[in-house]
């Protein structure tokens, strides 16, 4: 299937209540690694399924509601984030490079809902 989810992340506001029921429910594999700011703890679902990750919300709003962002795999971030502007989507975050992993972009499509795009790095 040509652009599959690949990856879905939780941005909570209580990391380890959110860890500890999730893990309890699923029995998901978490591992911890660190980030420039604060952590990220990787959810491993092994071979089945798309795999992700949890962090504290980089930017909570008093108020705002945990999430889950699911990401898209596209060829091109930057052209595909250019596209979602185009047709009408908000640019939340523009594209962003993770280390050595690829980039990411999160849009806003025309109806209100969140979505993120992501390219892997070549090797």
């Not at 185009?86 to 523009?94: E, I, P, Q, W």
Request: hydrophobic residues 40%; glycine residues 8%; charged residues 20%.
């Amino acid at each position: 299937m040509a652009n599959p989810f690949v990856h879905v992340e939780l941005s909570t506001n209580n990391l380890p209540k959110a860890k500890a029921f999730y893990g309890d429910l699923f029995n998901w594999k978490l591992e911890d690694m660190p980030m420039d700011e604060g952590s990220y703890t990787l959810i491993k679902v092994g071979e089945e399924g798309t795999g992700g990750g949890m962090m504290t919300n980089p930017n909570p709003v008093p108020g705002a509601a945990s999430a889950w962002l699911p990401y898209v795999l596209v060829d091109d971030v930057a052209a595909a984030t250019k596209k979602a502007k185009s047709l009408g989507a908000t640019v939340k975050k523009d594209v962003t490079a993770v280390k050595d992993m690829g980039s990411f972009s999160i849009l806003e499509d025309p109806t209100g809902a969140t979505i993120a795009l992501w390219e892997t790095r070549s090797r």
